[in-house]
DNA sequence: TATGAATGAGCCTTCATTCAT
DNA sequence: TATGAATGAAGGCTCATTCAT
């Protein structure tokens, strides 16, 4: 890695979190040039301008939040260790894996309406993370210990789903205790389809 | 209602959906003078700073969608239409009864580490969303349509968490492939705790 | 005139001679706030941008040119006297009727490959000034006083080009020698077609 | 040539044009980096800061026009022929010999209040264009086909005059109309000097 | 000689807010 | 109550220039 190649990365990885926790627009260059100690024109060196270091700042999120969950469910075995190693690795959003909560939810409701780019890249972390809890599944029906009948790819839409909104819902309570009864109740529906 | 007050509204009423769209950081006093083809001064007669207006505007906004859900569920006599009415009153966040989305998503992700004011309202607004769940099915209890041994509370916070998430989703997809997955299995759901 | 229309006019007349002078591209917003005393928001009130700023201070500097050029110019009763009170109007590039010298060769230079509204405007003050010397004449040839054959419409281009190219030279020479010569010859010009 | 010197003047070839269009104060180092595919600091290897080499670029463009002015003059024998030749060389301003127009009357705006360096530069110009034209009438007066009585000095003031005043308003009105009737009536000028 | 990362002053513009009218 | 002129801090971004490699 090039010394320019570092310091971009540095870049986003110190704005990301901060992009996370504020939204993009009320994330000034000056707080990522406070974040990163480097001068204005440095941060324009390496990115064309605020909205293209934020679109890598987006991606770096959805990236380690990833990565963090892919993590977690390889070091299971089993579909169902998997699939709840999944629930677990979300169930507490007030220590999120990511700085800031969820960066679906965070940029996909900044973004809906008014940012096209961000909107597809949250969508397409939408798409992935319920493909992980597809992948798992499959996994389980064809080893054998998974209800073959299961709709589950019904079910992967309603699992994230209810993971998402309970984790809005919890960091907005100052609580966990709604995201406690939807984490308990996605391993009883999951339990449920066990042969 | 004085002149003034029916000014006070008319601006509320006009940066709601600007507010819910931009979301607060984003949306300038100049976008609502020229929503409200009001001059700046006048905005500030009524409105001690931008964050007091937003705070009105995100209010009026989570009442609104209130009113849109519960007439359309007052409008139906059983339990069970009345649980599907609240289904189907979100069930397009793509024409969402609210211009820019739910209210609650919006400003919650965007207030959840920064704007203890915000998310205390968007709190109690997903309480109340809730409770209004709880309440109907509570009444079909008590009338005999529905199932006592049901878990109710947990599924009223299961419920709505998929809800919620599913409008983010669709919002960021463009469609209501998701959405229509969910409003599905949520009535399935309800179906099996009919009696 | 209101008090937001005598701001405006004061902003124009304090920045036309700095934009005259230093150029478009020289002058920058913070040299206008000083020349003014008045805050960079202020300007914005007033003005969209430093196009419009710039615009409006051209148009400012050439009507000035004219309105001198013409006071002079009506002073005189004779079609030959209003000719030479043209001429000597312009006779000292290095006191010129305009601080910063002629607005139409500032601006037509610095405005004719990138900037077409600016060209537009020069070009049209260039024709205008050309047609003053033409309606001189006309009236001369009107009175019997001047030459009915004289080719007077080319003559008008080639006295203001003269005239024109003579005062840059004699500005970038810092003294007025060209001009004298140019000044004395185009009134010899005249002379040779007086009746 | 070594590689640097060059390299050097391979940066004036291409600058020139950029600074003879755009202006000094509007062309950016960033212009030049493009133009020339090379790196920041290159650029400063071969010229100290961005004076010097709009320096070095002017005298590019003028000399490159007086190559060509002179080129054009050499082709012919007889001083009538010769001037003719300076005229027709010029008489195109929107196609001129130089791009971006006359390097003269480009600078001498730009510089004559501002930047006493550019400003002797393009005065020295003049009076070589000038000395030009008178050396052309000397010989052809040494020679006996011009007019030995004719005041060739003034006629060299006035007819670069109106030369340079003609490009200028030709290249804003974006038409050469002016232009043909000033080369026209200097070349009748000529002619009734010739013997 | 050539590179490109780094700098920080300065650019144009927008912002929320104040206040005399 | 309503206006809109005035403010100045802050916004994103560009600039000429430096310097280690």
């Not at 699992?159 to 984790?167: Q, S």
């Amino acid at each position: 890695m090039t010394k320019g190649e570092e310091t971009k990365q540095f870049i986003i990885e110190r704005s990301a979190p901060i992009f996370n926790t504020k939204g993009i627009a009320a994330t000034a260059m000056s707080d990522i040039m406070e974040a990163t100690q480097l001068s204005k024109g440095s941060l324009y060196v390496h990115f064309e301008n605020k909205e293209v270091l934020a679109a890598s700042a987006i991606d770096y999120n959805m990236e380690l939040l990833f990565t963090k969950v892919q993590t977690a469910v390889n070091q299971q075995r089993t579909a169902k260790d998997k699939l709840f190693a999944f629930v677990d690795a979300l169930k507490d959003p007030l220590s999120p894996p990511v700085t800031g909560g969820c960066p679906m939810m965070n940029f996909g409701t900044e973004a809906d309406d008014t940012n096209q780019l961000v909107k597809n890249k949250v969508n397409q972390a939408f798409d992935s993370g319920e493909q992980t809890i597809v992948n798992i599944i499959e996994q389980g029906i064809k080893d054998g210990s998974m209800n073959p009948d299961w709709n589950y790819r019904e079910f992967a839409v309603m699992m994230f789903a209810m993971i998402e909104g309970g984790i809005v819902m919890s960091r907005v309570a100052g609580n966990i205790a709604k995201m406690n009864i939807i984490t308990k109740n996605i391993k009883k529906m999951i339990n449920e389809e066990l042969l």
